[in-house]
């Protein structure tokens, strides 16, 4: 974590269960892996078909202690490919920087927006142009959560969430 910035320290913020829950990483969550790639351009014949296997938390948890999931609301970053209702990875062990999608405190309320840190401060930046920039003034109440390492998104419109 950045000490010299207090902006960016987040040991204080819990956030209640409704926004973010913890992942149980004591269980493998084990699913079948292709061998092979799959060609997302035209078909390709594919050797084998399976290997042995995925764990999801081996694979997309770094800090399993420090990492949570949410799901979104609002449509405030869809141009990053973040949309109402995906379930986004968050680790708070990870230091915020440039450029960063963080899950961030502001004046009593949470928001996902991508951080800029500017010659004029820290601001929060959304990925639609419906919605406006945020500069982070030195009154607010302001802390970056977590940083968004992994985006779940539903496939089709058909499918339960």
Same mark, same amino acid.
């Given at each position: 974590?950045?000490?010299?910035?207090?902006f960016f320290?987040?040991?204080?913020?819990?956030?209640?269960?409704?926004?973010?829950?913890?992942?149980?990483?004591?269980?493998?969550?084990?699913?079948?892996?292709? #061998?092979?790639?799959?060609?997302?351009?035209?078909?390709?014949?594919?050797?084998?078909?399976? &290997?042995?296997?995925?764990?999801?938390?081996?694979?997309?948890?770094?800090h399993p202690? &420090?990492?949570?999931?949410?799901?979104?609301?609002?449509?405030?970053m869809i141009?990053?490919?973040?949309?109402?209702?995906?379930?986004?990875?968050?680790?708070?062990?990870? #230091?915020?920087?440039?450029?960063?999608?963080?899950?961030?405190?502001?004046?009593?309320? !949470?928001?996902?927006?991508?951080?800029?840190?500017?010659?004029?401060?820290? %601001?929060?930046?959304?990925?639609?142009?419906?919605?406006?920039?945020?500069?982070?003034?030195?009154?607010?109440? !302001?802390?970056? %959560?977590?940083?968004?390492?992994?985006?779940?998104?539903?496939?089709?419109?058909? &499918?339960?969430?």
């Amino acid at each position: 974590m950045n000490k010299d910035n207090p902006f960016f320290d987040n040991d204080e913020l819990q956030p209640t269960a409704e926004i973010l829950a913890a992942i149980d990483t004591e269980q493998s969550l084990e699913l079948p892996m292709l #061998d092979n790639f799959i060609p997302a351009g035209f078909p390709s014949p594919t050797q084998g078909i399976q &290997s042995d296997g995925i764990d999801l938390n081996r694979e997309l948890i770094r800090h399993p202690s &420090s990492t949570f999931c949410a799901r979104v609301t609002g449509n405030s970053m869809i141009d990053s490919g973040i949309s109402d209702g995906d379930i986004i990875i968050v680790d708070k062990s990870l #230091d915020p920087h440039d450029g960063a999608i963080a899950v961030c405190y502001l004046d009593g309320e !949470f928001t996902l927006k991508r951080i800029a840190i500017r010659e004029t401060g820290v %601001w929060l930046v959304p990925a639609n142009p419906k919605f406006p920039e945020i500069r982070v003034n030195d009154e607010a109440n !302001f802390q970056v %959560w977590g940083i968004v390492t992994y985006i779940i998104k539903q496939a089709s419109a058909g &499918s339960n969430k």
